[in-house]
């Protein structure tokens, strides 16, 4: 999908003219430049996906302007290389000059523009970012794990079912997947509610990665449970730190493409439909059944589903594995599925440090 703006709800840069580049600067009273109010970027760079989303904060969360994705894989070939590929790099400064545009265009006051596995992995990171910033105008920031974590649970924190007794959420990335252990959210008067976190893993697995080492154009049963077991085993002993927690009263909460993509062929949907897929439930049953139904296409029948693509098409079954692995590890009874994520959670945490949503005016920080 080139671009997501369009109906896409709101959460419940190179140098402008006289000024230098996006570095995540808190807007002044001068930003607003008659535009009605400060507004914000935030970018993902991933090992797969480029993705931005700018937004103007309301009262309980904020609205969307603007956004972007692209499938650019970074982090193509760096398992085995340690490096970016110079193919990679230009997919991606591509990708990077349309963000800039956007973020032009949209007269952005604070931005936070971060990078996450890929660049954590690359030999030639430094390099990179240097070339981002010397021809685009714009900081990368190469966040670490745990920060890629709480982002991710800032994001989707307003999707946690206030009945639950907790969360187990997963973020099934390019190079890495990360689960956070949730407790209930911390309610504000105004904005998105605040998440607890109890715990939090990050696993050396993503589905750029495990394709990589196992291949994903064709995947048998076999090749998906050694899979599932590499998986597993990396997962282990955070599965035995929370083997007393008791499933009954929590529920997974997912967001990656790997299960905005199961739920869309759990919907039958003729083509992607985030309104319908961002917040939706499904069942155990549910999720098994969509497997089933993927390890039994072709790459040709992957390729051909409206929901996959030949973008996603020899990376869906290593999702799957991984999301597999977690299942086995937390068979919690339902899953409700997040079309949000890292981008939301930098929003949300600008709004929140800029005092948006504190009747005093000071901050907010994360608890």
């Known amino acids: 999908m080139a671009s997501e703006a369009g109906r896409r709800p709101g959460l419940g840069p190179a140098p402008r003219p006289a000024r230098r580049g996006f570095r995540g600067r808190r807007p002044s009273s001068e930003d ?63 990708a990077l000059v349309v963000c800039r545009a956007k973020m032009r265009n949209r007269g952005v006051t604070r931005a936070r523009l971060v990078a996450t596995e890929a660049c954590r992995a690359a030999q030639n990171a430094g390099e990179f970012c240097a070339r981002v910033a010397e021809q685009l105008g714009m900081e990368l920031e190469i966040i670490d794990r745990r920060t890629e974590a709480e982002l991710a649970a800032t994001g989707c924190a307003p ?42 893993i990050s696993l050396p697995h993503g589905v750029v990665t495990l394709a990589e080492r196992h ?67 499904m069942t155990a049953d549910d999720i098994s059944a969509v497997v089933e139904r993927l390890l039994g296409m072709s790459y040709q029948d992957r390729v051909a589903s409206p929901c996959i693509g030949v973008e996603r098409a020899d990376l869906v079954l290593a999702g799957c594995a991984i999301l597999e692995a977690i299942r086995r590890a937390f068979p919690c009874r339902r899953l409700r599925v997040a079309d949000r994520g890292l981008r939301e959670g930098m929003l949300v945490q600008m709004m929140r440090d800029d005092g948006v949503w504190d009747a005093d005016g000071s901050a907010v920080s994360l608890s």
């Not at 969360?61 to 692209?70: K, L």
């Open 215 to 281: 291949g994903g154009i064709d995947v048998s049963r076999a090749i998906y449970e050694r899979m599932v077991a590499e998986v597993s085993a990396t997962l282990a002993s955070f599965a035995r730190a929370h083997a007393g927690d008791g499933l009954n009263g929590i529920h997974m909460l997912g967001t990656s493409g790997t299960v905005t993509t199961i739920a869309g062929v759990h919907l039958n949907l003729r083509r992607y439909d985030r309104d319908r897929v961002d917040g939706c439930w």
């Open 159 to 200: 999707l946690i079912d206030p009945r639950a007794d907790g969360v187990m959420l997963f973020d099934i990335g390019g190079g890495s997947s990360e689960l956070v252990r949730l407790n209930r959210p911390r309610f504000a008067p105004f904005g998105p509610p605040l998440p607890q976190i109890r715990d939090w």
């Open 32 to 94: 607003d430049g008659g535009r009605g109010g400060a507004t914000y970027a935030a970018l993902d760079l991933g090992t797969n996906n480029c993705r931005l989303l700018i937004a103007r904060p309301t009262r309980e969360g904020f609205r969307v302007v603007d956004a972007f994705s692209r499938i650019v894989r970074l982090g193509e070939g760096v398992g085995a290389s340690g490096r970016l590929s110079d193919a990679a790099i230009e997919r991606t400064m591509a």
